[in-house]
């Protein structure tokens, strides 16, 4: 079972990049997929997160109205499309997939599997 999760880059503030997070070696059928980051010296803490359906979707207040996740479970992908970034949205983003996440989808540990990280830096 394998997550993995790539797009990210350098970036100027105001401006936008597209994450994209691949599972393999596993269905994750009722799954729900989320998107966490990590700041140098801070904790993981939660992006967003779709259901499998796609009818429940979560988002990091500071990210509200910028950031869009999706799904296509057809290929087992997930995507972050993150717009007018800010130089705090700095950090190293994870994917992670979870059965059993039910309403604790900001906690990471109720998510069984994670991709490796992609960074995305902002420049102010």
């Known amino acids: 079972v394998q997550l993995q999760a790539f797009g990210g880059g350098l970036v100027q503030a105001g401006g936008s990049l597209r994450l994209s997070c691949a599972a393999s070696?596993?269905?994750?059928?009722?799954?729900?997929m989320g998107w966490f980051r990590q700041a140098p010296g801070k904790e993981r803490e939660f992006v967003a997160a779709?259901?499998?359906?796609?009818?429940?979707?979560y988002y990091e207040d500071s990210v509200k109205g910028r950031f869009t996740i999706s799904r296509d479970n057809a290929e087992n992908s997930s995507y972050l499309q993150m717009n007018s970034l800010k130089s705090e949205d700095t950090a190293v983003y994870y994917c992670?997939?979870?059965?059993?996440?039910?309403?604790?989808?900001?906690?990471?540990?109720?998510?069984?599997?994670w991709g490796q990280g992609t960074q995305v830096t902002v420049s102010s």
């Open positions: 779709i259901s499998w359906s796609g009818n429940r979707i």
């Open positions: 070696g596993h269905t994750f059928r009722g799954y729900v």
């Open positions: 992670a997939a979870g059965p059993r996440v039910g309403s604790f989808y900001p906690s990471p540990g109720r998510y069984d599997y």
